[in-house]
């Protein structure tokens, strides 16, 4: 079983629409959680760390589901710049050590 | 803040030779950067952890005499592509960790061997 999984997608999804993504892991003594975002061609950047209470950031809500051992990302009213590929990565804490998923595509259609 | 440089973003070189590439954490400092390469439509592969005063630790399959790693400073690692060969062709990213294991991506390098 992968460390992390993730649907590769592609989510195609009209301007203005509610789409999440889920991402699970395999280690339950996982303590640190991030969403990425990667452009084509581009380094992926932070998009939000994710917390035990959860957070939101905006239209973005980032959930920790630990019973379940999943992480997910809403993205509310989505916009045509909020396509790209979205990466969920997980740290067990067992030194520096982390877990990439393979990233879950979103078009946003206008 | 967390801004994470590379150098250089492109690059294009003759097979066998050697190319260094520069990753720099330019406003924290960072004990621990880490290298990974991607090919096209495909994930990040990690290639490496590079922490600050000791050696690297390279990932099964990556070979430390190929891929010299070299992280002298707390806001620097280099990583050099030796006898480089057509399949080393990738894209090069690095990342340099802050507090809370936060890890800030390097926009890359595009490595073209010939």
């Known amino acids: 079983r992968k460390e992390v999984e993730q649907d590769p997608g592609p989510f195609n999804v009209p301007e203005g629409a509610t789409v999440a993504f889920n991402c699970t892991y395999s280690?339950?003594?996982?303590?640190?959680f991030f969403w990425y975002r990667q452009d084509c061609r581009k380094e992926p950047k932070l998009l939000m760390s994710v917390y035990s209470s959860g957070n939101e950031d905006g239209r973005f809500t980032a959930q920790l589901n630990r019973a379940s051992q999943y992480i997910s990302l809403l993205i509310r009213d989505s916009k045509l710049s909020d396509s790209a590929t979205y990466l969920c990565v997980v740290n067990p804490n067992t030194g520096n050590q982390f877990y990439f998923g393979t990233g879950t595509s979103l078009t946003v259609i206008p | 803040g967390a801004v994470v440089s590379q150098h250089p973003s492109r690059v294009i070189c003759k097979s066998g030779t050697s190319v260094k590439i520069e990753c720099r954490s330019l406003d924290f400092q960072a004990t621990t950067m880490f290298w990974y390469r991607q090919f096209p439509k495909q994930s990040l592969m990690l290639m490496a952890t590079?922490?600050?005063?000791?050696?690297?630790?390279?990932e099964q399959g990556v070979e430390k005499d190929k891929f010299l790693i070299n992280h002298a400073s707390l806001t620097l690692s280099t990583l050099t592509v030796t006898s480089a060969h057509p399949e080393d062709s990738s894209f090069y990213i690095c990342?340099?960790?802050?507090?809370?294991?936060?890890?800030?991506f390097g926009p890359g390098t595009r490595l073209t061997v010939t």
């Open positions: 280690n339950s003594a996982s303590q640190s």
């Open positions: 990342s340099a960790q802050r507090e809370f294991y936060e890890q800030y």
């Open positions: 590079s922490n600050e005063g000791s050696k690297a630790t390279y």
